[in-house]
């Protein structure tokens, strides 16, 4: 069993230097960021209803059966312009605006194959891929599984 | 001989000169207000080579190369090669030193290792070991951010106080013998740890370090701020040098505020370019003050100048078993004699 960290007390010199750290520490624009993050999520969202009903209507999807090659072509174009070098210029201004629809995972996915290619096909690009999403993947996972157990119980 | 004076400094008795330096940068970085100084700007972040890693030798060894042409020395004629940067296992110095074929001591100091190299250069000249000694340090800006951060291309917040890690490479001959600036007094710094946990946030993690030696060289040397024409941190960046000039007030009643700057507020047009604090990295301090500094004291602009740099001594494995970031400074006094 790994020995769980103690914390150690911090001294007063450390707590008095924090505190002045606190105080004197530039805000991030929070306000700012939020407005940002709100309007270019919703322009994602936006682009993505579009290309949904786009399939709708050329491909006589349902809403249901739409999704999923919609979601597909988000992905896609967060891949593309991250491949392009334009993604981390948007994501400056956006924020959690780009990062939170599917186009922050593809960005984390992609960004990380590229910078590792270097390193190779086995040991680069396939084992450092989901060096960022391979969180994101694991918890989605394990919280599937638990809402499925609920739903398993609950239902039967 | 060299001695130590009170509790951190030695005494540089043959005050060894640094007859020559050179330092090449990144395009980034020669965008700047001090591009005039630096003798070459790569146009091309990979500086025609096929990795970052790689094109960060290439600028060590550019460096090296420009700093012996300069000086008109052969590499056979120098005997020690002095190098530390920022990659694991700093390969940076150790590639660039197996080209170089001059008998090689890697130093670590994360980003103080421009004046760690400059004061055991000094050192070994004094103890008579040495006579000519070639002092070097690099950083590329994705070489670090991708092993310290992010990769490149990830989209994501920059905070107000983070900084950009400069691209490029600095080196300095300094030699027993010879004409240029002097080196006088080295303070070798403590580690301090004030409890600073964000990688983000180095300025605030390594100015306690800044404080702490610059604070003691005054002690140690009897010299106060007011002896100095300039007195220049590393890359503590725009909040991390308000909270040294504060520090140092609050520890040993030293006023900063007149002569103190921080050469990553001085690398970048803070204005124009996107760097939010300023640089950092081992190269902010070594370009600006073997590129820029260096000429200024040639010139005759200033004639005692202090330089500090500051180190963060974290690494990512570190900063995630949730340790605090311990930091470092050494000053060296460089003077016009």
Known sequence: ?156 | MGKKVGKQTFVIDTQPAIINTATVVGPFEGKGPLKEYFDHIYTDNLAGELSFEKAEKEMMLNACFTALTKAGKTPQEIDLFLAGDLLNQIITSGFSALELTIPFLGLYGACSTSAEGLAIASMIIESGCASNILVATSSHNSSAERQYRYPTEYGSHKKPFSQRTVTGAGAAIVSKEGNGPKITHVTIGKVEDLACKDPLNLGAAMAPAAASTLVQHFADTGRGPEYYDLIVSGDLGKFGHQLAIELAISQGGFDLSKNFKDCGLMLYDLEKQDVHAGASGCASSAVVTYGYLYKKLLDGTYKRLLLTATGALHSPISCQQGENIPSIAHSVSIEMI
């Open chain 1, 1 to 156: 069993m790994a020995r769980a960290p103690k914390k150690k007390p911090l001294t007063t010199t450390q707590k008095r230097y924090q505190e002045k750290v606190r105080k004197l520490q530039p805000r991030p624009t929070l306000f700012r960021n939020a407005i940002l993050a709100f309007i270019t999520g919703g322009i994602v969202c936006v682009i993505g209803q579009f290309i949904t009903d786009l399939y709708k209507m050329l491909l006589g999807l349902s809403s249901a059966e739409a999704g999923n090659p919609a979601v597909a072509t988000m992905i896609f174009i967060g891949a593309l312009l991250t491949g392009l070098g334009v993604f981390d210029n948007l994501a400056k201004y956006a924020g959690a605006g780009l990062a939170v629809p599917v186009t922050g995972f593809a960005n984390s996915v992609v960004s990380s194959a590229l910078e590792f290619k270097r390193e190779g096909l086995v040991l680069g690009v396939g084992s450092k891929m989901f060096m960022l999403a391979g969180s994101v993947i694991t918890f989605g996972v394990v919280t599937a599984f638990f809402i499925g157990l609920i739903y398993a119980i609950f239902i039967y």
